[in-house]
């Protein structure tokens, strides 16, 4: 392999930390998502007019 010697445990490691790496990153972007979601949410809400409001919340009672 041109001089480079790749034994088992670098490909193990190697490969231990590309799926520490995904699963983490997967995390935040989770985590950053939801955030998204929760903040257009509160900006859609805030357009509201106070009966669509009103309405949204007797909705939401049941």
């Known amino acids: 392999m ?3 010697d790749v034994s088992v445990i670098g490909i ?3 490969v231990v930390t ?3 790496s995904y699963v983490v990153g997967r995390h935040f972007r989770q985590k950053r998502a939801a955030k998204k ?3 257009n949410r ?3 809400q ?3 007019t ?3 409001r009103r309405a949204r919340e007797r ?3 049941g």
Request: charged share 35%.
């Open 18 to 20: 590309g799926l520490g």
């Open 59 to 61: 909705k939401e009672r």
């Open 46 to 48: 805030a357009g509201e």
């Open 2 to 4: 041109g001089g480079i």
């Open 42 to 44: 509160i900006a859609s």
């Open 12 to 14: 193990f490691i190697a």
């Open 50 to 52: 106070r009966q669509v």
């Open 37 to 39: 979601r929760e903040k």
